[in-house]
Structure formats: C-alpha cells, structure tokens
C-alpha cells in the first residue's frame, strides 16, 4: 500500500488493526501456565481480543452508515475501511474463536 492509501485508513484504524493482527499469532500461548508473562497470555490477551472485535465490527457499522448519501470518493474511502476491519475480524473470529470454542468442551 502506498502513502496515499495508508493515509486513507487512518492512523487510529491501522493501528486498531496492527492490535488485532498481532494477536493473532499469541492464542498459541492462551494455555500457558497463569504465571509471569502467562498472565498476559492467559487472561489479558483473551479479554482484549474480544473488545476488539467489538471494536472492529462497531467501526465497520459506523463505515457503512457514513456512506449513505456521500458521493462516490467518500464511499470508496469508507468501503475500504469497513472491508479492513471486517476481514480483521474475520481472522480474529477464525483464530481466536477455535480458542474460544475449546473452552466450552473442557
């Protein structure tokens, strides 16, 4: 992506996605023993992970209302934003909803 693009996003959105994205790889650790670094692991991680999916769908929701009645560049801007974060919260209910699932069977 380009600069251009980029500034299209948002720094708060990309960063709200860098979040999500980056905790994708740490469910691998959900288990860990709730000691040292595994309380962040074990029970931060699980409870940001659900507020930024909130967090992701409520940004996506407020993209899709801002483009009612806007011209047509507005609406490319608000459709890329709201596909970002409906894919990011795609991953975040692929990956950490297998996680999640598993607890209901322990």
């Known amino acids: 992506m380009s600069g251009i693009e980029l500034n299209r996003i948002g720094a708060m959105r990309l960063v709200l996605i860098a979040l999500a994205l980056l905790s994708l790889p740490l469910v691998v650790f959900a288990d860990m023993a709730p000691e040292g670094i595994g309380v962040f692991t074990a029970y931060i991680v699980p409870a940001v ?28 801007r608000n459709r890329l934003r709201m596909w970002l974060d409906l894919g990011t919260a795609a991953a975040l209910l692929v990956v950490w909803g297998t996680y999640f699932r598993s607890l209901l069977y322990v």
Do not use: K, Y
Request: a negative charge.
């Open 49 to 76: 992970v659900v507020m930024l999916f909130f967090v992701l769908m409520l940004d996506a929701l407020m993209n899709r209302v801002f483009m009612i009645e806007q011209p047509a560049e507005v609406q490319a």
